[in-house]
């Protein structure tokens, strides 16, 4: 995924994520996870293809692996209905609950079926450094895992940057329930992404 087609991406999950934020800001940190009725709503409504309902389950599994990969989406047909089944790791903290959580909910809105993700993989790490020309299921799943990170972290209410104190990224993610690692990751602007966010963002709300 080259610039350019990385900042048009990007700025297509930001369009997505702050329309999240219009119908779920009450939800968004009052919950324990972000998927309050009016966010289920509206996934329902924009899915494609369209859902009939969306099924969010703890399950036991192994205490190993990166937490952000330990949950999954399935999309499963029940008689005449689609339901897209959220199973994450029953011994995640909130944070990583919320986060994994809505992560899933991004996919169902920004995938097309043939690149959701079916299984968690060993690439996360890429996701740390430089990304040139990813697999197809890794931009899915660093576009679902920004769009939540724009969902939760909302423009106009993060801090522009992080403050110098070693305990910054700690305040943040404990304000608005993320893990810690991921606010690390948004603040060290990987591929120019928080630079994306901040120039949409500033723009459209100039524009309100």
């Not at 934020?21 to 009725?37: C, F, L, T, Y």
């Not at 937490?67 to 029940?78: S, V």
Request: net charge neutral; hydrophobic share 40%; charged share 25%.
């Amino acid at each position: 995924m080259e610039g350019n087609d990385f900042a048009g991406t990007a700025a297509y999950v930001i369009a997505i994520a702050r329309e999240l934020q219009k119908h779920g800001r009450s939800e968004r940190s009052g919950s324990e996870m972000p998927v309050g009725a009016s966010i289920r709503s509206y996934v329902l409504e924009c899915a494609d293809p369209r859902l009939d309902d969306i099924r969010i389950v703890r399950v036991p599994v192994p205490a190993e692996g990166d937490p952000a990969l330990r949950a999954a989406l399935r999309i499963m047909q029940q008689g005449n209905r689609r339901i897209a089944r959220v199973a994450f790791a029953s011994e995640l903290n909130t944070c990583w609950s919320r986060f994994v959580v809505c992560k899933e909910l991004m996919h169902l809105l920004l995938d097309q079926a043939h690149d959701r993700t079916p299984q968690a993989f060993d690439q996360l790490a890429t996701l740390l450094g430089p990304i040139t020309s990813p697999h197809a299921r890794l931009n899915s799943e660093l576009m679902a895992m920004l769009g939540a990170l724009e969902y939760m972290l909302p423009w106009d209410e993060r801090p522009p940057t992080l403050p110098s104190a070693d305990d910054s990224a700690l305040a943040v993610a404990t304000q608005f329930r993320l893990p810690r690692q991921w606010v690390e990751f948004f603040y060290r602007n990987v591929l120019n992404y928080k630079s994306i966010s901040d120039e949409y963002n500033s723009t459209v709300l100039s524009k309100v």
